[in-house]
């Protein structure tokens, strides 16, 4: 791995208008994040991939750089950066402050009911979004979740996004699509182009928001043979507090199921469902 004091060097060197750029609050495999400050944006992330021509961050910036969602950190801007005779992509991005949804679920505290009816307002805002210019996340899971110390949600990681009608290089060495076990619909780990659309971004969300809110994964643990439960519809009915008639349960049963027909059409129609499903609707 590259040195990290060389990676922030490299960093201070491109970027000179950041101050209080600091050690690392991740460092993977493929990536070191650093804080920092800027002087017309406050406080950043600076996001250094340490594979070159890595597929997944040139997909991110080029979806970030041409849009914008709501829900979703801001890309200020991206760069390359010269270490050791070979070139890293970097991020600079909207630095969130809060905690990951997957930290709090381990913390054993699920959402309350408020919490986590917010929560599944702002995934389907972004999604309804995503869906107007033909993007699917694919890859909506508790990790990829902040709570923002705000009462706000952000969605990150755009890595794995598909634009619809375009050829993409993201394929495991198994031939599966890229994808989260547990969290990812039949068409989406099958690599099933041809019926991926938001309706796999609508099943994700719907195994996010039960288990943010009872605190139990639909299909059970997600390290279990999920494909096989999944496919057979083997999921535990949710239970939510202050259910509108089971309107909410029936909705995201719907969104739960294997079969990409059996979902809501669309994200919009399902936004639309979920409004008056949610509590205090007038529905």
């Known amino acids: 791995m590259v040195d990290l004091q060389t990676v922030i060097s490299a960093v201070e060197a491109a970027e000179s208008a950041l101050t209080d750029i600091a050690a690392p609050f991740e460092v993977t495999g493929q990536k070191i994040v650093l804080t920092a400050k800027d002087p017309d944006k406050g406080g950043v992330v600076v996001k250094v991939v340490l594979r070159p021509d890595d597929q997944r961050a040139i997909q991110e910036i ?9 829900n979703v950190p801001t890309l200020f801007r ?55 210019l033909e993007i699917v996340h694919r890859d909506i899971k508790p990790a990829n979740i902040i709570l923002r110390a705000d009462g706000g949600v952000a969605l990150l990681d755009f890595g794995i996004a598909r634009v619809l009608g375009r050829t993409t290089k993201l394929t495991e060495t198994d031939g599966d699509g890229p994808h989260t ?32 809110a009872t605190g139990e994964h639909p299909f059970g643990h997600p390290r279990h043979d999920i494909r096989e439960v999944i496919e057979g519809g083997g999921f535990k009915a949710p239970v939510f507090e202050r259910d509108n008639e089971g309107q909410l349960a ?31 609707s007038a529905a």
């Open 62 to 70: 080029e979806i970030l750089t041409s849009h914008s969602f709501s």
């Open 78 to 132: 991206s760069g390359e950066l010269e270490i050791e005779s070979t070139s890293y992509m970097y991020l600079v991005e909207e630095r969130v402050e809060g905690d990951t949804l997957e930290k709090r679920l381990g913390s054993d505290k699920p959402l309350s009911a408020e919490e986590a009816i917010s929560l599944a307002d702002a995934l389907l805002t972004a999604i309804v979004e995503m869906e107007e």
């Open 181 to 212: 076990a547990g969290y990812a619909p039949p068409e989406v780990y099958l690599n099933k182009p041809e019926l991926i659309d938001s309706r796999a971004d609508l099943f994700s969300t719907a195994v996010v928001f039960t288990e943010a």
């Open 250 to 280: 029936a909705l995201v049963s719907a969104m739960l199921s294997p079969h990409v027909n059996e979902r809501p059409p669309d994200a919009a129609t399902a936004r639309g469902w979920f409004d008056d499903a949610r509590p205090g």
